[in-house]
C-alpha cells in the first residue's frame, strides 16, 4: 500500500530542545515535501526536496532545517524550537511535475 | 508571489444538492492544480489534479475545471451527500520544476441530512 508514514504524530516540547519529525515514503518518490497548517493562515511550504541530496525553501523555512540521505526519507529538524512552531506538520511526496501528490497523516506540535 | 483564494470559507446545503467550489489564484503561469479533502483532524486526500493543458477532470460525482487565462478552478460535487462534509483545499503547482505548491485556505461545507 502506497504510504507516507510520519513520526512521532503527536509531540509535546519545550523551548529550545531540539526535535527531529520523521517522514518516510514507500513509493520510490523523487519529490517530497513539508507544510505546516495554522488556523487562519492554511497549509504553508517549509522545504522541498527534488531529489537526494537536493533541498529548497519553501515559504516559511526560518527555524527549520531539513536532510536528504536516502530517496525514502525526508526528516524535518527543528534544532531550537519556539512556541510560534506550534503547528500541525504535514509531509507529502510525488513522482514528478504531473503526479499527484500524498499526504502523511500529520503531526502535532506542541512547543511549550 | 502566488496567491490562492478560496470563496465561501464555508457553506451548508441539503443533502442531495448540487452545488459549486471556487479558487482563484494571481499568478497564471501554473503547473497544474489540484483539489483535496481535509477531514478534522485528518491528513489530506487527493480528489483531483487538472495539468495546465487541461480544461477539466471528473472522478465520480465529483468534476474539477480550470480556466488559466482567468485564474480560477471550481470544484462541482454533485448530490451532496453527509459524508461529503469536509474542507476542501485547493492547490496551485508554480514555480521552476512546479515545486511550489500555494494552497487556499480552504472551503469547509457540510452537508445537513
Known amino acids: 500500500e502506497a504510504q507516507v508514514t510520519q513520526n512521532p504524530r503527536y509531540l509535546i516540547t519545550v523551548t529550545g530542545k531540539k526535535l527531529t519529525v520523521t517522514c518516510s515514503q514507500n513509493m520510490n518518490h523523487e519529490y517530497m515535501s513539508w507544510y505546516r497548517q495554522d488556523p487562519g493562515l492554511g497549509l504553508r511550504q517549509i522545504y522541498y526536496s527534488m531529489n537526494v541530496e537536493v533541498t529548497d525553501k519553501g515559504d516559511v523555512p526560518e527555524g527549520y532545517k531539513v536532510s536528504r540521505k536516502e530517496k525514502r526519507n525526508f526528516p524535518l529538524i527543528l534544532e531550537s524550537p519556539s512556541p510560534n512552531q506550534t503547528s500541525l506538520y504535514f509531509c507529502?511526496?510525488?513522482?514528478?511535475?504531473?503526479?499527484?501528490?500524498?499526504f502523511g497523516a500529520g503531526t502535532r506540535l506542541s512547543v511549550l | 508571489k502566488q496567491e490562492v483564494t478560496q470563496i465561501p470559507a464555508a457553506l451548508s446545503v441539503p443533502e442531495g444538492e448540487n452545488l459549486v467550489l471556487n479558487c482563484s489564484f494571481t499568478?497564471?503561469?501554473?503547473?497544474?492544480l489540484q483539489w483535496f479533502r481535509q477531514d478534522p483532524g485528518k491528513g489530506l486526500t487527493s480528489l483531483l489534479l487538472i495539468q495546465s493543458s487541461q480544461r477539466e477532470q471528473t472522478s465520480g460525482r465529483l468534476n474539477a475545471s480550470l480556466d488559466k487565462s482567468s485564474g480560477r478552478s471550481t470544484l462541482y460535487i454533485a448530490a451532496s451527500q453527509p459524508g461529503d462534509s469536509a474542507t476542501y483545499l485547493c492547490a496551485v503547482y508554480s514555480g521552476a520544476g512546479s515545486y511550489q505548491l500555494t494552497f487556499g485556505k480552504g472551503t469547509k461545507l457540510s452537508v445537513i441530512p
Open positions: 507529502a511526496s510525488r513522482t514528478g511535475a504531473v503526479d499527484i501528490q500524498y
Open positions: 499568478d497564471s503561469a501554473i503547473y497544474n
